[in-house]
């Protein structure tokens, strides 16, 4: 059978491409920001709607509640119970490889901004098992980057661009500040999770990580 992609075919694929671009570009701009992201996942046209229209623009109204929520004051909690925790979950984490000092410093940062953002630690925990299996340098074919799969255009709107989202701490914190904008929008954890992995309105991704929270429990 001839590839798609020999020299032969090469004119008809393009064509197609540029069609799709055609069709799906109206499609983008009308559309949410959960609804873009999930068109830049799944479609082939990711990269020409980027060279033509850019990466996502996060809202002014979402941009405005993560930066509030990235600012809020750390609960006080008891080091007992944390260091208690941490050293249960980090036995969990170093299944994946990762060292025991890799995997308690993951463990103490899902605890401190589960604590901050009042977000369940398991659900953090199941969320980052499905998202990156621990991974601190997980890159996706979309280009989300660590633990938590976050997209680099979210540094431009809430943090700095220089943000190193490979670093544990930086990306915990990132991830667990957008996915509390979501669980607060949208009230539910099943809506929350597809919103944050742009496939909201749909539950296979939300189930996933469902699927998960039984192994840090």
């Not at 969990?92 to 060292?99: L, M, P, Y």
């Not at 340098?137 to 943090?159: T, Y």
Request: proline share 6%; aromatic share 12%; glycine share 6%.
């Amino acid at each position: 059978m001839q590839s798609l992609f020999s020299p032969h075919h090469k004119g008809g694929l393009a064509f197609l491409m540029v069609i799709g671009f055609i069709i799906g570009l109206p499609i983008w701009y009308y559309s949410t920001p959960e609804e873009q992201q999930r068109v830049t996942q799944d479609t082939a046209t990711m990269r020409i709607v980027e060279h033509h229209i850019g990466m996502m623009d996060v809202a002014p109204e979402v941009e405005q509640d993560v930066k509030a929520i990235l600012s809020q004051p750390a609960p006080e909690s008891s080091q007992p119970i944390r260091d208690a925790w941490v050293e249960r979950v980090s036995q969990r984490i170093v299944i994946f490889g990762n060292s025991e000092h890799e995997a308690k410093e993951i463990a103490r940062w899902v605890w401190v901004y589960s604590q901050r953002h009042e977000i369940r630690p398991e659900l953090i925990l199941a969320l980052i098992t499905v998202e990156s299996r621990f991974d601190p340098f997980a890159v996706s074919n979309v280009g989300a980057l660590g633990l938590m799969q976050v997209m680099p255009f979210w540094k431009d709107s809430i943090g700095a661009p220089n943000d190193n989202l490979f670093d544990v701490a930086t990306n915990i914190r990132y991830g667990c500040a957008i996915l509390k904008h979501y669980l607060t929008k949208y009230r539910t954890e099943t809506r929350a999770l597809a919103a944050y992995n742009g496939s909201l309105g749909y539950k296979k991704y939300p189930n996933k990580i469902f699927s998960q929270i039984k192994n840090y429990e």
